[in-house]
């Protein structure tokens, strides 16, 4: 059980970092450099922990709030502007509306993250 739990921690942790980094990359900044320090913070061998375990819990919920709040604030391109799609962005080219805001949103972020990280 030992090993799972720590699997299942660093799994966690290695995925946080990962969604923080093509946040940075997809443009919010904000949410990004907050995720990728608390996937740093988590890792720091820490071996007596100050805090209690519930303020640590709250504390990480707090920043996915934070960071979700961030996500929320993402502009989407109306689609029936047909130029706007069209006038050259990367991003309309691997972003298809799904009718969910939150998952739209999420969407053209990490649109936003592959026409960065695509060969130019």
């Known amino acids: 059980m030992d090993t799972f739990k720590?699997?299942?921690?660093?799994?966690?942790?290695?995925?946080?970092?990962?969604?923080?980094?093509?946040?940075?990359g997809g443009g919010k900044v904000t949410a990004g450099t907050l995720l990728v320090a608390t996937a740093f913070i988590l890792a720091l061998p820490v071996k007596r922990h100050r805090l209690p375990l519930w303020?640590?819990?709250?504390?990480?919920?707090?920043?996915f709030a934070?960071?979700?709040?961030?996500?929320?604030?993402t502009e989407i391109p109306d689609?029936?502007?047909g130029?706007?799609?069209?006038?050259?962005?990367?991003?309309?080219d691997t972003y298809s509306p799904t009718g969910i805001k939150?998952?739209?949103?999420?969407?053209?972020?990490?649109?936003?993250?592959?026409a960065q990280a695509a060969p130019s």
């Open 83 to 92: 130029m706007v799609m069209a006038c050259g962005d990367e991003v309309a």
């Open 66 to 73: 934070l960071v979700i709040s961030n996500i929320s604030t």
């Open 79 to 81: 689609p029936s502007h």
């Open 6 to 24: 720590k699997t299942a921690m660093w799994t966690g942790i290695v995925v946080t970092g990962l969604c923080g980094i093509v946040l940075l």
């Open 102 to 114: 939150f998952l739209d949103q999420v969407s053209y972020i990490f649109a936003g993250f592959l």
């Open 55 to 63: 303020v640590r819990i709250a504390l990480i919920c707090v920043v």
